[in-house]
């Protein structure tokens, strides 16, 4: 540095900065960049803001426009006609399981014989599509125009005989087969030709076997054979007059909706010819108003007719409740099996209540009232209590989320009870007991857990997590878990492992920040004392920082709830409310979710639809439990925070 | 602690069992914690086994350039009476049944299966390239107010904690904002505003109407910036607080002002790093389904994004008409929607029957999409731990 140029710096300075103070239309540049940092860091508030604003903007008409459909599946006489076929769906249920318990009374007698014609027919298809090739080829020969000469179809006989043959062979019989019957039944597959129509004559005495033992079974078992076929005709007179009012009722929404839209559409071209200047076009968009009249439909006329059958209604009602009833008292108390017994309980528990219901259903229908208006706070109730989410359905849409919601809270609740342990312990093991060397491996893994995409998690749990889960499950051993083995590979179990993977990496570095912001004084106090490692940190450095370890389960539960890939992917995808009565192995069926559902029908409604508005709706609800979550976690750890103050 | 008439040695230990309940309960932590980090090890392994056969080859290029330089497809599978299978993209299907002749057994077609990937790869390259531009202007200048402006106070306050509860908002919940917002309301200058225009303002020479981007690259990414915005305000906040103060005293004892302060003081030291935890930004970014679902991505095209149909020129056209088609078909580009690779696994996944096939496509976008993701984080991880070695003031 030239000593020289020293003194002169500061006279440059002064010159630039002090005496020559600029400004850009009056304002200091100095504010001007201030307030540009400023504006920038409000962008969060204003994405914020921004995020409800078009969350209502378009879920907000969901209200009035479900009322609006609700009124008219009131109005057109679908409730009434729901008041009746609601019920009387539980007969399906009830028959099925009358039905399994017929099948499961039987099944100690037949299984033998079904098993052995089921194996047998089993092994026919295997030898076919072994030898399939040739005998398509002798097949195709046949059929042509004009017939190919006799020795090209003997080569090709020949052929298809040597595959049958061979096939035969190479088949495994099951020990459910004599010695006798395999050689017997061997020689009938290896003669298996495209001519020979018939079974082959030992699946034909399999059948015939089957048969017999059948019958004697269902003459063992006559009551409750008779009493399930009793009861699963009961209903059919009332079906068919539901059936008949159900078609009427959904005649007359259809033409409510069509007056409707053409008077929308008359509305919207009136709007349009006021606010047009071109005095032609608007007389044309009048005119066409003026057409898009529709026939006034005359719903208090039609919905009479359907009351005026409410006698009728009653009257079936009656006869269905009795025959019910009757094929109730019928049912016999021995059924053989403990499988049947279960079943023939769970329909003996179940008939009384439905026969309750359906007797309510005939009440019911006298005080339904036509005209009584949809309430907003039913409406309210029908989304935020409403038990069935029904879309493109072409009886009525009900957008009703508690299915969505309880698949969300499941799936969750798994989540966060597998991750909470996990990576609690991984963060007192890391912070207090890990070498520096173990250190480097397990935090820069658990970090890079974070960078995983969900849909590469959602996929692993389509083709590795739900097959593993499945076999797991079918294991001899483990049969006691409840929900073994297991029906469904993709599950809520199999989404909250991964959504527990998911989260670790947040509970575990929010838990290790916890750990490590506990004060070196405590530590050293307890040592001092002569604890031992294991009693500082369980005594000492885990309570301290319970409340840091608590805010990071409740953040890792938001991020759980509104992951949507996963869920979307592997989580199942039925919409129904998981069926509680089978205990813990509810964890095993398959559900929706909150997020899931966004993600896959969203794409598929037209804009302004009460479905798409629905959709919006459960964005609305979603972004509050986040807001509510985080809020909570921030309380939870302020709260811990001066307690221990 | 266990009994008082113990007169053994005090120091020998173990005779209570606490040395072995401490060895016990360590393994036990241990365990936990390994058992994560073997959870991830078996994942990733279990995409390479599956995933590097569809990439590699044993023979020289050694890569399967094919899949990484072709766009998504229909595949073909055609088996003869033999029993062999020739697969094939839609245009070689009926020259080999033509080939085969009477031999010709039957066809399968599996959607999306063939071909490469590189419609997808470049189509996430895109998103990510704007979602992160944007994300780092609005973040940094967010960072930079929050570490050198802002005063405590209810402003202070409220950004921080809109940027906390930003970071929680469910990715879907933003995919229904950018729908909402990018696609349908944002402005756009037009000649004729649609009818779903919220807004039109006429300027006279054009109009600026609220009617939205439609999907879009733009839509997409912008609305992936604002899901990676709190990553990015987070970690840039953390690298200028990691200036030390030192340096904005000198600087502005030597009579600098605020701005100049940050920008000859601040800023560089704190640039590396904003840049270093940017890049997990971008891991994000490429990550996320859900925001572009709605805003951005398609199922299939047969396209590129810059191989856009546009009229031919006339020969005698002139440089400014050349330069206007460059233009256009630059901002073609960002105003078309795309592929992108999150998306494309998700349709092989979801949206198509199973079989060996498909499943073949799957784990080769899985595997590439999983290498361009773990190789930023690395990147990332390494060059933090870099940083931090260089700069230890």
């Known amino acids: ?645 | 602690m266990k009994s008082k008439t113990d007169h053994a040695n005090p120091f020998a230990g173990d005779s209570t069992g606490i040395q072995k309940r401490e060895t016990a309960a360590r393994w036990a932590l241990r365990a936990g914690s390994y058992l994560v980090v073997l959870t991830t090890a078996a994942i990733m392994l279990h995409i390479f086994v599956k995933g590097a056969p569809v990439v590699f080859r044993s023979e020289w290029p050694f890569v399967n350039t094919q899949f990484l330089t072709e766009l998504p497809s229909q595949l073909h599978v055609i088996e003869d009476k033999q029993g062999r299978r020739y697969e094939t993209g839609v245009n070689g299907a009926d020259a080999i049944k033509k080939e085969l002749g009477e031999n010709y057994r039957s066809e399968k077609t599996i959607a999306y299966s063939g071909g490469g990937i590189l419609g997808p790869i470049v189509g996430t390259a895109l998103l990510v390239i704007v979602s992160v531009s944007v994300a780092l202007f609005l973040g940094v200048a967010c960072a930079i107010y929050l570490s050198e402006y802002a005063k405590h106070g209810k402003f202070l306050e409220l950004i921080r904690l809109a940027i906390l509860n930003l970071a929680g908002v469910p990715s879907v919940v933003f995919g229904l904002f950018g729908l909402g917002a990018f696609v349908l309301t944002a402005p756009v200058f037009v000649d004729v505003p649609a009818d779903r225009s919220v807004l039109a303002i006429p300027l006279g020479f054009t109009t600026l109407s609220f009617e939205g981007w439609d999907t879009c690259v733009l839509s997409g990414g912008f609305t992936l910036a604002f899901v990676i915005l709190p990553v990015i305000i987070t970690a840039s906040e953390q690298c200028l607080q990691a200036v030390p103060q030192g340096f904005r005293e000198t600087s502005m004892a030597l009579g600098a002002t605020r701005w100049q302060t940050i920008r000859y003081s601040v800023l560089p030291f704190a640039t590396p790093g904003i840049l270093t935890s940017s890049i997990l930004g971008i891991a994000r970014a490429a990550g996320e389904t859900a925001p572009i679902m709605f805003t951005a991505a398609l199922a299939f095209k047969d396209k590129l994004p810059w191989q856009k149909d546009l009229p031919p020129l006339p020969a005698d056209a002139s440089v400014f008409a050349q330069w206007e088609q460059s233009l256009q078909r630059f901002l073609g580009i960002f105003t078309e929607s795309v592929q992108a690779l999150p998306y494309h696994i998700y349709t092989l996944a979801a949206k198509i029957p199973q079989n060996e096939y498909s499943e073949r496509a799957q784990y080769g976008s899985v595997f590439v999409f999983l290498v361009l993701v773990a190789a930023l984080a690395t990147v990332s991880i390494w060059m933090r731990i870099h940083l931090r070695k260089k700069y230890r003031w």
């Open chain 1, 1 to 645: 540095m030239d000593s020289s140029d020293l003194p002169r710096r500061p006279e440059l300075r002064n010159l630039i900065i002090r005496n020559r103070k600029r400004t850009i239309l009056g304002f200091d540049p100095q504010q001007i960049i201030k307030y540009f940092f400023g504006a920038n860091a409000s962008t969060a508030v204003i994405v914020l803001v921004l995020i409800m604003i078009f969350l209502v903007r378009e879920g907000v008409d969901f209200l009035p426009t479900n009322r609006h459909e609700l009124q008219t599946y009131r109005q057109a006489g679908l409730e009434f006609c729901d008041l009746v076929d609601r019920p009387l769906r539980e007969h399906q249920t009830l028959s099925s399981s009358l039905r399994q318990c017929v099948s499961a009374a039987l099944e100690p007698i037949v299984k033998d014989a079904r098993e052995r014609r089921n194996a047998a027919f089993l092994l026919k298809t295997q030898a076919e599509e072994k030898a399939a090739r040739q005998r398509e080829a002798l097949e195709n020969a046949l059929e042509r125009e004009p017939p190919p000469a006799e020795d090209q179809l003997a080569a090709l006989r020949k052929d298809l005989q040597t595959a049958a043959a061979a096939a035969s062979q190479a088949l495994i019989y099951p020990s459910l087969f004599t010695a006798e019957e395999t050689a017997l039944f061997k020689a009938q597959l290896a003669a298996l030709s495209p001519e020979l129509t018939d079974l082959p004559p030992f699946i034909q005495a399999l059948s015939a076997e089957f048969m017999t033992q059948d019958r004697a079974a269902r003459e063992k078992y006559a009551d409750l054979v008779t009493a399930q076929e009793e009861f699963d005709e009961a209903p059919d007179d009332l079906h068919e007059l539901v059936d008949e009012l159900k078609e009427q009722a959904l005649g007359a929404k259809q033409s409510v909706e069509e007056s409707h839209a053409l008077a929308v559409n008359r509305q919207q071209l009136l709007e349009a010819a006021e606010t047009t200047a071109d005095p032609d076009e608007k007389a044309s968009l009048i005119k066409e108003a003026e057409a898009s009249v529709g026939e006034e439909v005359d719903l208090t006329a039609l919905t009479k007719e359907l009351t005026a059958r409410t006698g009728e209604l009653q009257t079936q009602i009656a006869a269905y409740v009795e025959s019910a009833e009757k094929a109730a008292a019928s049912l016999p108390d021995d059924v053989g099996t403990p499988d049947a017994a279960a079943l023939l309980q769970k329909a003996k528990k179940g008939l009384p209540a439905h026969v309750q219901d359906m007797r309510e259903a005939a009440t019911a229908l006298e005080s339904w009232r036509v005209d009584k208006p949809v309430s907003m706070l039913r409406v309210i109730g029908a989304f935020f209590f409403g038990t069935e989410w029904i879309t493109n359905s072409s009886w009525q849409d009900f957008f009703g989320f508690v299915p969505l919601l309880t698949g969300s809270v499941v799936i969750a609740l798994i989540a966060v009870f597998i991750a909470t342990p996990i990576s609690v312990i991984a963060a007192i093991y890391t912070n207090q007991f890990a070498t520096d060397r173990e250190k480097e491996l397990i935090k820069p893994v658990i970090e890079f857990i974070q960078a995983i995409p969900s849909v590469v998690l959602g996929f692993i749990g389509i083709s590795l997590v739900g097959d593993l889960i499945k076999e797991f499950s079918e294991v001899s051993w483990l049969q006691w878990i409840p929900g073994f083995p297991i029906q469904e590979r993709l599950n809520m179990f199999n989404a909250g492992c991964l959504l527990a993977f998911m989260a670790v990496p947040t509970m575990f570095s929010l838990s290790e920040d916890a750990l490590n912001n506990v004060p070196r004084g405590y530590i050293d106090a307890s040592d001092a004392l002569g604890a031992t490692k294991l009693q500082t940190v369980f005594r000492v450095i885990v309570p301290a920082g319970i409340s840091g370890i608590l805010s990071a389960v409740l953040l890792g539960l938001g991020r759980v709830i509104g992951e949507t890939m996963v869920v979307l992917l592997v989580a199942g995808n039925r919409i129904a409310i998981p069926d509680f009565s089978a205990g813990p192995g509810v964890v095993f069926q398959p559900a929706h979710t909150l997020t899931g559902i966004i993600a896959q029908e969203l794409g598929e409604v037209s804009r302004g639809s009460s479905h798409w508005q629905a959709l919006f709706m459960v964005g609305i609800v979603l972004f509050t439990i986040s807001l509510l979550v985080n809020w909570c976690a921030r309380a939870v750890a302020r709260r811990f925070e001066s307690q221990k103050a």
